[in-house]
């Protein structure tokens, strides 16, 4: 994997990841594909909607199918028809936030699988072992994902074990030779002093990439802007640098103008099945009532396949009717909407004019959609 | 509305109806959509599976989001994006099958809705209303649909108060003047005498074509095959005949032999959503443990996009982790199947050869997919 930066301005960067699938130009947006496939899409729409690299979740393959059997199939490129980048996380986050009766000791997770009870065990050699088996051309050390609010005390105790995961992790990975670039994921909580320990000790190390871990499970925007502002800081400027599980419109803007290249998010795919919206001029709800009888698009400045040929009426009433099509076509949307405001970040960074691309967008959103919307 | 026959081959019939949203070659399966959506599809995948024509339900229609918006937003073609051909039912066969408390006078059925228990009311010139007001290419006349088994008795009054509605349906039609085509519905139960007498009586009153209701409803094959030969011997040969309802291959196949043009059926879609799926080697039921590690297609013949792009052992995963991609490219897949099989015996009919390749087909539908299969 070969990271350049192409233009900066201020904090916030362009830059080009080479993997061996494909170029990812960042900032970029992944979208998730929890079970080997994002929600409602084929690979064909990830790749109208200008998707570059997508997310799969190593707690969930790990479970379903399995990662043998992935292996065995040629791998998670190959199995779900998807050529473009791939990114697995460690399946810590899913073992602290789905799994049941989980027990931490120092070797490793243990715990019931949220599916069928069935017990399992993942260690940071085998969190590695498992993603090498996927195949994706990014992955990571299994880590301790601490609940938010916790105790400074708690909070050390979880990062030094994240970091002894972290060596441990870096050794499987070394030994395995795949090819695979693996990122170190900064923990820390919300003390500004654990995080910028967990950077530093972190680099250290020396990853080919840094993940930002433990953001957006509750704290305040503000404290999550500023702390990511503060670990970007201690992070060299040569990698690439990934903010997990970010992914609001206002975020992902704020997050880049810090210095951000990568975001992954299950929202834009969540609520889209749920019938809430990005757009340009704000948040839809597309289940209200006063949707029912517009005849005009979503967003009529927006090029995707949803707001070219459907209405809100029609949206409305799929999403009314539980019909597939419906989630189908407001994922569709979402996942424009996404990666078009990070290549829009990028063309803005590009060009010397990030704080004014920032205003307007905010000025846009706050217009909402209009007496229509 | 125009229909030309193309080829004959002894009963079979190659046609072609032209209507205002474009030819439909005949023999054809047209997909159903019943919420104004083919289940898990766009218009674009339609296209792409190579419908010409798809059905809509008046009853869920009138139900969700109602025809004077649908009329008001444009007319259903609009409203669902599709600009091929639209075929309504009357609603007639989900009043009987899907509905609540139904009273049925002379005057028309009252019931309460199935969604919201809401009570309504079509009479056969409020069915044709709100036909017109959808807008679709070809619209029906309101039924009464039987249940099977049924009394002599049963059916004769039954088939005396259709043919009553069937003259009202016709009047309220020709006052429409909206250009849609009204096709006459044959019923008649499983009696051959009384379908002889719905057939003579509705064709003198005049239809635009002529489809035959109450099939497929449990009666046993041979009878329906029987029942099916017998009506469209007394229809005109140069009309279109829709057998409705009935989408199972072999149905398929042994209606066409028996000189039916059109057919419509849920089972294609819904199926598909159950990981049931429709192949030239016969039926494969994907959920089924045997396919979990085949890494091939369902039918390496296939040329849908899910045949050519995913392994069984893939689209096994999606059915078991209950992903709405799974739905989709079984869908597309049963979606490309039936209207393929339809075109398939267009060509044979074109080329004098209908009975090799019925038995052709029998032969592979037999021989099972394989050891893998």
Redesign the interface.
Not at 39 to 44: C, E, Y
Not at 323 to 329: D, N, S, T
């Given at each position: 994997m070969k990271f350049e930066l192409v233009a900066t301005d201020g904090a916030a960067r362009a830059g080009r990841l080479t993997t061996a699938h494909g170029v990812v130009e960042t900032p970029i947006f992944m979208p998730v594909g929890t079970?080997?496939?994002v929600?409602?899409?084929?690979?064909?729409d990830l790749r109208a909607a200008g998707a570059q690299i997508v997310l799969a979740n190593t707690y969930?393959l790990f479970l379903?199918?399995g990662h043998d059997?992935v292996k065995?199939?040629?791998g998670l490129h190959r199995?779900?028809?998807w050529d473009g980048a791939i990114l697995t996380d460690s399946g810590g986050f899913q073992v602290f936030s789905l799994a049941k009766l989980r027990k931490i000791t120092e070797a490793g997770a243990e715990f019931r699988s949220s599916v069928d009870g069935s017990s399992h065990f993942l260690s940071p050699e085998i969190a590695v072992e498992v993603q090498q088996a996927l195949g994706a051309d990014i992955i990571h050390p299994l880590d301790e994902c601490l609940a938010y609010p916790a105790t400074r005390e708690a909070t050390e105790r979880s990062l030094a074990l994240t970091l002894r995961w972290a060596a441990r992790s870096k050794r499987a990975h070394a030994a395995g030779a795949t090819g695979q670039a693996l990122f170190g994921i900064v923990q820390g909580g919300t003390d500004e002093g654990l995080r910028s320990e967990a950077a530093r000790a972190t680099v250290d190390m020396g990853f080919d990439g840094y993940a930002i871990g433990g953001m957006a499970v509750g704290e305040p925007k503000p404290m999550m802007y500023d702390l990511t502002a503060l670990v970007v800081g201690l992070l060299p400027s040569n990698q690439p640098r990934y903010l997990m599980g970010v992914g609001k419109p206002e975020d992902l803007v704020a997050s880049v103008a810090r210095g951000v290249d990568m975001f992954d998010c299950v929202l834009p795919t969540r609520n889209a099945r749920n019938g809430h919206l990005f757009t340009r001029f704000g948040d839809v709800r597309i289940r209200n009532a006063v949707h029912?009888?517009v005849?005009h698009p979503l967003d009529d400045t927006c090029e995707c396949?949803t707001c070219r040929?459907?209405?809100r009426?029609?949206l409305?009433?799929?999403q009314?009717?539980n019909?597939?099509?419906?989630?189908?076509?407001i994922t569709i949307h979402n996942l424009h909407y996404s990666p078009a405001l990070a290549a829009g970040l990028r063309r803005a960074i590009d060009d010397d004019r990030l704080q004014a691309f920032a205003a307007a967008f905010a000025a846009d959103r706050a217009r909402g959609t209009g007496p229509d919307g």
């Open positions: 079970h080997a496939t929600k409602a899409l084929g690979p064909d969930h379903r199918p059997l065995e199939l040629g199995f779900m028809g029912r009888t005849n396949y040929h459907f209405s009426a029609y409305h009433h799929l009314r009717v019909e597939i099509l419906g989630a189908r076509l």
